[in-house]
């Protein structure tokens, strides 16, 4: 299995616009690794694409990706969604204004997920329906697992009331992959499915020191209800048997620089992506 970092920030790209703080200059001055793009990730096996932020179309051209024909969404929270027009600009032929058949991008979802997705909405009504009725996508809803290809891809849900965000478990030739984002917390780790993991990719929590303008998250903070801090999910990771760590969606307000989380990384067992990066299980 193979997977590469399209997009390594979180809710704010770096260089943040407008912003003049050290990790914003430096991004700036310097681009990738220092700068970052929305969280997403391309899983090389079967053309499978996670998440689509608003600079998709940049994530996809500057990885060289040649095919896409899966999208999974793990939440519809802005930074996740914000590019999902990307289905028409790949699949629209313009002489028809629809969808080329033989480009259509299957769109998996958890049926929970699949629900919700109507609600994302432009002009022309609902996103989906629209995609749909036009050709750019098909909708495949499912209850707990779909197998696309070789790959074997389980679905657990994060309840957050009426935003329920998922972890995909992703499983081929005997490896497993856990896709763990953002907002993951109750962690399930309880479940079977996202333990002994050879690779958890996952945001790395609250760092408590070291943010812009000295501030402390105080314990009543809305973050803490669907973060870890940094040491808890490190804790979280050793507790589910994770053979390795990849920390993604890396927010601008940590105040952390590429180099500074080098400094925090062990070897090949714990790592902090950086856009572009490709890995192998």
């Known amino acids: 299995m193979e997977l590469t970092v399209l997009g390594s920030g979180g809710c704010t790209v770096i260089p943040k616009p407008l912003c003049r703080c050290r990790v914003c200059r430096e991004a700036r001055a310097k681009g990738p690794p220092y700068a970052r793009t929305g969280p997403a990730v391309f899983i090389h096996d079967e053309n499978v694409l996670i998440d689509a932020p608003a600079e998709i179309a940049l994530q996809l051209n500057r990885a060289g990706i040649q095919q896409l024909d899966y999208l999974l969404l793990t939440h519809l929270d802005p930074d996740h969604v914000e590019g999902l027009r990307i289905v028409e600009q790949i699949t629209l ?4 204004w629809r969808g080329l058949p033989e480009k259509t991008i299957r769109l998996p979802a958890p049926r929970a997920l699949a629900e919700r997705l109507p609600r994302l909405r432009s002009q022309y ?3 989906t329906e629209y995609f749909q009725e036009r050709g750019f996508i098909e909708l ?3 209850a707990d697992a779909v197998r696309i290809g070789d790959l074997s891809i389980s679905a657990v849900g ?5 935003q329920t965000s998922f972890l995909y478990v992703l499983e081929k030739g005997g490896r497993k992959l856990v896709y763990a984002p953002c907002d993951i917390k109750p962690f399930p780790e ?3 499915e996202i333990r002994n993991a050879d690779l958890l990719v996952v945001q790395p929590g609250l760092f ?3 943010l812009q303008g000295g501030f402390v998250f105080p314990p009543d903070h809305i973050s803490r209800t669907t973060l870890y801090t940094f040491r808890e999910t490190l804790e979280l990771a050793e507790r589910i048997g994770a053979r390795r760590i990849l920390f993604v969606h890396l927010e601008e307000y940590w105040n952390r620089s590429h180099d500074d989380y080098r400094l925090l990384e062990d070897g090949q067992r714990i790592r902090f992506a950086y856009d572009g990066m490709r890995v192998a299980l």
């Open 93 to 96: 032929d313009f002489r028809s």
């Open 125 to 127: 009504g609902s996103y």
């Open 140 to 142: 495949q809803p499912f």
């Open 158 to 162: 994060v309840p957050r009331g009426d």
């Open 190 to 192: 309880n479940r079977p």
């Open 208 to 210: 408590e020191n070291g």
